[in-house]
């Protein structure tokens, strides 16, 4: 099954946007199992910074924290995308929906990831989160203005260090008002965390607008292209859903085939297609130079097949007598042009046969041209 990749400005609602589409896969999915949980169709995954535990501050590429040359090699954000590849790779497979909810902000990135579909024979489908530049802005500013006024509720709970006590029992009273201190601190952390994504720093999240670069529907990598912005309500986005799925599992799923130019050709059962090109052109030169006359001319008739004891392949030789070295002449032209397979690409199978026959009429249409 396909990989969904979700894209958009940093705090745009990608992360909702993501948990809604898992929330209405899973749906579809037990829907089209028919209630066979043990064995549902397709299995659900969803991908994201947060499952793989890399925070933000990877993307942080501000001078007063890296010098030029960290800046320049970008190696933390490529370690999160490698870590974020080998996660999907690990699990996509043409049973397997899985959902990529991150910055992908990358055009180069969604081309790798496109391969990758592609060469497990699955579609890839973009899912874009629209937003303004000044919302999104907004939504990381009160992430920020909440995540400090966390930190100084939590700094204000700490009480200062007790002073020391004439016993032993007020000791350990005060060891348990710290826990308990602590344990309260460490839940409100918790509840925020939970109900907030974690804020990018300024500096950091004005790059990565600044390098955001939009997908492109005219592309094959970014195509198809669903949108889904920020106004919009559930009704709206459940018909993008479906959209989506019926790309991905229902009626307008199309049939994914790996890239033409990385499929191994057809090879001939005695060997491989540059082995067979030249045995049997050597094969044909010596033939030649062994029945040709003493006096030059005439035709020389050679079988179509190798070991095959009828001759219907003629070789008409000019008028004065072909020596070896001509011969190993259009020899290397003739294999140099079709190394490739050059003008055989009709033929299911390039066989001996059809190479001997090429051949040969490469080799009077030669003789022709020098006479």
Known sequence: MPLIIITGLPTSGKSTRAKQLHAFLADRIATESNGAAASPKYRLHLISDQTQAISRAVYDLSPEKLPAHVRSANASEKDARAALYGAVKRVLSPRDIVVLDGLNYIKGWRYQLFCEAKNMRTPNVVLQVGCSVDRARAVNEARLRRRTAATD????RIPAAAETTETTE????????????????????????????????????????????????????????????????????????????????????KVIRPNQSTVQRDKDPGGDYLYVLERETQDIVKKILAKQSDEGGGE????????????SLVVELPGNKVGLPQLQRHRRAFVALNRGGIGLEAVGKLAAGRLRESFVGYLNDAFENDG
């Open 300 to 311: 020389v008739c050679l079988p179509r097949n190798p070991g095959d004891a009828e001759e």
């Open 153 to 156: 509720t939590a700094i204000a």
């Open 170 to 253: 007020a000791a350990e009273e005060g060891h348990e008002a710290g826990r308990q201190v602590g344990n309260r601190t460490d839940q409100h952390t918790k509840d925020i965390e939970e109900d907030d994504q974690e804020p990018y720093e300024p500096a950091n999240w004005d790059n990565l607008v600044f390098r955001y670069e939009e997908p492109n529907p005219m592309t094959r990598w970014d195509s198809p292209l669903f949108t889904l912005i920020w106004e919009d309500d559930e009704a709206q986005a459940k018909e993008v859903f479906t959209k989506i799925w019926d790309v991905i599992a229902g009626e307008a799923k």
